[in-house]
C-alpha cells in the first residue's frame, strides 16, 4: 500500500480498518504516530462537542457552526482526497475558536502548519487545465505559470469553499488559497508565525494567499501569480 492510499483511508477512519491496512501500519516508520495522532483528533473532537458553549456569543456561534460543517464534510467527502486537507483544518480551528477567534492568516497559516507532511510528499502532477477547470469555478485563470503544480483541490477557508494550490517557484515549493470574498472579512497582505511567512492580495472576486517558509521570499511568487492569475 503506497502513502498516499494509506492517507486516504487513515483520514477516512482511523479508528477501524481491515488486515490490509493493519499490515501497512508496520511497512514504514512513522506511520503508527500518524495514526494515533488522528485518532486523537477524534477523541478531542468528540470531547469538544461535549463542551458546554462559551459565554461569548459570538464564539458559541462560530464554534457550532465549524463544528457542525466538520460534520457534514466528513459524510460527504471522507474518500476524497482533499477531505483529508478539510477535515483535519476544521478541527483544528474549531479547537482554536474555543479559545479566541482567528483572522484569514492565522487560518492560512494553520492550514499549511497541519499539512505539512502531507504535502511534502504529494505530488499529482495537476495539468494546467485541471487547475483552470477548479479556478474557473471562483471567477479566475491561470497563464503557464512554467512551474510544476503539485496539488490543486479544494478545501474548507473559514467555512468558506475555496481552492488550495502547492507549486514549485524558483524560491521553492509554496501553498497558495484562492478565497472568495465570501466572509466580510479582510486578509492582510503580510501575515507570519515563528516557522512561515505569508502574503495575500486581491484579484477581482476573490482573495490570493501566498505561504511560504521563512527562508523563502514571498515577493517574486506574488509577484508571478499577480501577472499569470486573471478573473474571467
Known amino acids: 500500500m503506497d502513502e498516499l492510499e494509506f492517507r486516504r483511508r487513515a483520514y477516512a477512519d482511523p479508528q477501524d480498518q481491515d488486515k ?78 474555543i479559545r479566541q477567534p482567528a483572522t484569514l492568516g492565522d487560518h492560512a497559516l494553520a492550514h499549511v ?21 477548479k479556478l474557473a469555478s471562483f471567477g479566475g485563470k491561470m497563464d503557464d ?38 466572509q466580510n472579512k479582510e486578509m492582510s497582505p503580510a501575515f507570519s508565525n515563528d516557522k512561515y511567512e505569508g502574503a495575500a492580495f486581491d484579484m477581482g472576486p476573490f482573495q490570493v494567499a501566498v505561504v511560504g517558509g521563512k527562508n523563502q521570499q514571498l515577493a517574486p511568487a506574488v509577484k508571478l501569480l499577480k501577472n499569470k492569475v486573471h478573473s474571467i
Open 20 to 97: 490490509a491496512f493493519l499490515d501497512a501500519l508496520n511497512e514504514e516508520e512513522g506511520r503508527q504516530s500518524f495514526v494515533d495522532e488522528l485518532q486523537g483528533l477524534d477523541e478531542r473532537l468528540n470531547s469538544a462537542m461535549k463542551i458546554a458553549p462559551p459565554e461569548d456569543l459570538a464564539n458559541r456561534i462560530l464554534l457550532q457552526q465549524n463544528l457542525n460543517q466538520f460534520q457534514q464534510q466528513r459524510k460527504r467527502q471522507r474518500f476524497h482526497l482533499a477531505a483529508a486537507a478539510s477535515v483535519a483544518f476544521v478541527i483544528g480551528l474549531s479547537l482554536t475558536l
Open 113 to 133: 502548519a497541519h499539512e505539512a507532511g502531507f504535502a511534502d510528499r504529494v505530488d499529482e502532477k495537476v495539468s494546467l487545465a485541471a487547475l483552470n477547470t
Open 145 to 182: 505559470p512554467q512551474g510544476h503544480i503539485y496539488y490543486a483541490n479544494y478545501c474548507d477557508f473559514d467555512g468558506v469553499r475555496s481552492l488550495h494550490m502547492v507549486m514549485d517557484t524558483p524560491q521553492g515549493k509554496m501553498t497558495v488559497f484562492f478565497v472568495p470574498k465570501e
